[in-house]
């Protein structure tokens, strides 16, 4: 299992992604040359102490900044699912959001959050430069003719 | 006055007479000089006392000739006065009797122009008289004849100037009828032109009002929604709406 699947067997959204990362090469040159680290959130410590030692020894002096170069290169060309939700999620939401994607998709994508108030309820996604809307707001588009002969009712 | 003006004639001729006298003597005696003149040259003394002499003897007798010459003129001229006086007397008489005699037949001649002139004049009287009675009657009788005429022109132009002016109201009433039934008319075509083009206008306005709403009904339904739901819904709830939406995507094959 290469370096990126491992990460993201519990890392779903890009922006998860390049933060753990980010802490991943700081915690490991820490490790290896000693380096200050900076000081971690609590949910942070847990990811970093749930990485099995396997995953940390592969690392040394000598390979740590090819293989992360190679990680961003990797991280670089990932075409992520691109969710917009009508709410600023909290890690809790984003979790359940990737775990309904483990549970029901065979290939678990990784996705990139953005907010769009207008969208009210549901999510809009982009995948691969595809737009689609599945919002409540696009259900109430397609019910504009319904909704209008509803109001004109009570207009005319 | 005839009386001296004849003795000035006498004695003009008397003196005419004596000058004649010496220049004649003067000519036919050239030595010949008034007493006293000493313009004579002094070589001829002696023969001048001579010639003074006869000179003087000469103008003493013309003295005396011109005396009696002027006695005879002043006796004469006399009688000539009395002459004159008597005949003018003589004929003054006749001339006052020639004069009173023309001035009666003058009276006589100027009494019968007159009477006859009178005559003349009382005839012309009357006949002006009775030419201005004709006259009269006849302007009296054209007076009639005019005012006849004038009031029988008058009744005639009252007739057709009320007959005219009953025309004129007659057409126009007609013309003021018609024109009241035109203005009428086109003051409803104006009106129908007018409130059609407002009830266009009305209809333009309703249509754009209501393009308008129903261009912005579905924004103001998403936007109350928004509001709405962005306070109603619950984060369990949003999540939801999260997982039948992507419960549909997946059921289109969106996401594999």
Redesign the interface.
């Known amino acids: 299992m290469d370096i990126l699947t491992t990460l993201l067997t519990n890392t779903y959204t890009v922006q998860d992604l390049r933060h753990r990362v980010r802490i991943l090469k700081s915690h490991l040159e820490n490790i290896l040359f000693g380096h200050h680290t900076e000081q971690l959130s609590p949910e942070d410590s847990r990811w970093i102490g749930s990485l099995p030692h396997s995953f940390t020894n592969q690392f040394n002096k000598d390979n740590v900044y090819p293989l992360f170069d190679q990680l961003e290169d990797q991280i670089k060309k990932l075409n992520p699912l691109v969710i917009y939700l009508a709410f600023e999620p909290g890690q809790e939401q984003i979790e359940k959001i990737g775990q309904w994607f483990k549970k029901n998709l065979a290939k678990l994508p990784v996705f990139e959050i953005k907010v769009d108030p207008g969208l009210l309820g549901g999510v809009a996604l982009v995948n691969s430069g595809v737009y689609k809307d599945y919002s409540l707001r696009s259900k109430i588009q397609e019910q504009e003719e319904t909704i209008l002969a509803e109001f004109k009712k009570y207009i005319r | 006055m005839p009386y001296f003006d004849f003795i000035n004639l006498i004695v003009l001729i008397l003196a005419a007479s004596s000058a004649g006298a010496f220049f004649y003597l003067q000519r036919n005696h050239p030595g010949f000089h008034l007493p006293g003149d000493n313009t004579h040259s002094s070589g001829h003394l002696e023969g001048d006392s001579n010639l003074e002499g006869k000179s003087y003897d000469t103008l003493h007798s013309a003295t005396k000739k011109a005396q009696a010459i002027l006695g005879m003129a002043e006796l004469d001229a006399i009688k000539v006065t009395a002459d004159t006086r008597f005949y003018k007397e003589k004929l003054e008489d006749k001339f006052e009797q020639e004069l009173q005699a023309a001035s009666k037949a003058a009276q006589e001649l100027i009494k019968q122009q007159t009477d006859r002139t009178i005559a003349d004049f009382d005839n012309y009287l009357k006949e002006l008289k009775s030419n201005l009675e004709k006259s009269d009657k006849d302007y009296v009788s054209y007076l009639t004849f005019l005012k006849s005429d004038t009031d029988a022109q008058k009744n005639q132009s009252q007739d057709t100037i009320k007959t005219q002016i009953n025309q004129i109201f007659v057409k126009f009433e007609e013309n003021l009828s018609q024109f009241l039934m035109d203005s009428q008319q086109r003051s409803v075509q104006s009106i129908e032109l007018e409130l059609k083009a407002a009830r266009g206008l009305i209809e333009t306005y309703k249509q754009q009002q ?1 393009k308008v ?2 261009e912005n ?2 924004a103001m ?2 936007k109350t ?2 509001l709405v ?2 306070k109603k ?1 619950s ?1 369990q ?3 939801e ?10 059921a ?1 094959k ?3």
């Open positions: 209501l709403i129903d009904v579905i339904l998403e929604l928004s739901l962005g819904l984060l709830d949003q999540v709406l999260v997982y039948e939406a992507l419960e549909k995507a997946k289109e969106f996401i594999i």
